[in-house]
């Protein structure tokens, strides 16, 4: 049973902790968002490829939602007593350690699959992480500040401007011209299962959709394509699933999250809390089922990861 995964941060990590349960690691390929990668200080930060590690590796911080367990932000605070403004990106001191081996490898010549590779081995991770490419994809948010449009990094937007202002649209720098990393492509052809995991259908998967070859890739596969929904109740699962939504023009729900990937999904595994629209869904020719993914621990993720295996095999 071969899986490949398309994944952003938080929700991906759950429920890949939960398919690491239901199926050998080794047979899964998780395609990760670069997007949101950013150079801050010099140094390569690759946050959703080190949320999947991080998550996988059992190493994550579950309770502030982004880098690692235990770590402390003493190089970060000396940064901000030269200046406070360069350290609203808070790098803690052991992912610090993780930016300097990336951006060192990355320098000598080596390409990002290959650092991502050294990476997770060090995690001891089982599965196959790729970034979604070797080549520079930037997400960019054009939102409306103090009465002007500017455009932003897109952790710019998220996390220095708190994701507080109006957006206007988004867009992925370079990704017309990005070529997949070596190994997406095959692993998206020989996939018995592609899982759309719980992650910002905005943020985090269009971005992947967005590298010439992947989306047309679902759509021939479309059959054993299953999605996770991020959305529950109206509300994120994780994260800020959620956000960014309303700009593609689709409504914060499970049934507006289908219908961001309308003519990719063959099923879409949604919340028992929203059995009630599973009918609208499947009005569109889309497999559904409905369990409880509000993933609370390793257990219920492997559920919700077993439900999308059984609606496309
Ligand atoms: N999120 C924050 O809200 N504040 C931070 O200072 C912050 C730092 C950070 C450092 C490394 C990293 O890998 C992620 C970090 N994040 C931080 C999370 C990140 O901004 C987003 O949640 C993801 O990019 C969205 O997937």
């Keep these: 049973m071969r899986v490949a995964a398309l994944a952003g941060g938080i929700g991906a990590g759950k429920f890949l902790r939960g398919l690491a349960r239901a199926v050998p690691p080794h047979d899964v390929t998780v395609i990760v968002n670069t997007g949101d990668d950013v150079v801050m200080h010099g140094l390569r930060v690759c946050p959703d490829v080190d949320s999947v590690t991080y998550w996988l590796g059992d190493a994550f911080d579950r309770e502030r939602g982004w880098g690692r367990r235990g770590d402390t932000f003493r190089a970060n605070e000396e940064l901000a007593r030269f200046d406070a403004e360069l350290a609203w990106f808070n790098l803690g001191d052991l992912d610090l350690a993780t930016h300097l081996f990336r951006t060192d490898l990355l320098a000598s010549g080596a390409t990002l699959s290959e650092v991502t590779q050294r990476v997770t081995s060090r995690f001891g991770i089982d599965m196959r992480l790729l970034p979604m490419s070797d080549d520079p994809v930037t997400t960019r948010v054009s939102v409306v500040a103090e009465g002007e449009e500017v ?17 206007k649209s988004v867009r992925y720098q370079g990704a017309a011209s990005a070529r997949p990393a070596p190994g997406v492509l095959v692993a998206l052809r020989e996939a018995d299962l592609i899982v759309l995991c719980p ?16 989306r047309e890739e679902l759509e021939w596969r479309r059959d054993v394509v299953a ?5 529950v109740g109206g509300r994120p699962l994780a994260g800020m699933a959620d956000r960014l939504l309303p700009v593609a023009g689709v409504e914060v729900t499970a049934a507006g ?3 961001f990937y309308s003519g990719l999904l063959g099923a879409w595994v949604i919340d028992d809390v929203d059995r009630g629209i599973a009918g609208r869904i499947e009005r569109t020719g889309v497999r559904v089922a409905a369990t409880d993914t509000v993933m609370t621990d390793d257990s219920k993720a492997e559920t919700v990861a077993r439900m999308a295996l059984a609606l496309v095999t």
């Design 151 to 167: 455009d932003l990094h897109f952790q710019e937007y998220w996390v220095r401007r708190r994701a507080q202002d109006e957006v």
């Design 199 to 214: 992650s910002n259908p905005v943020a985090s998967v269009a971005p992947i959709l967005a590298v010439p070859g992947i």
């Design 227 to 231: 999605g996770v929904s991020p959305i």
């Design 257 to 259: 999250a289908a219908e």
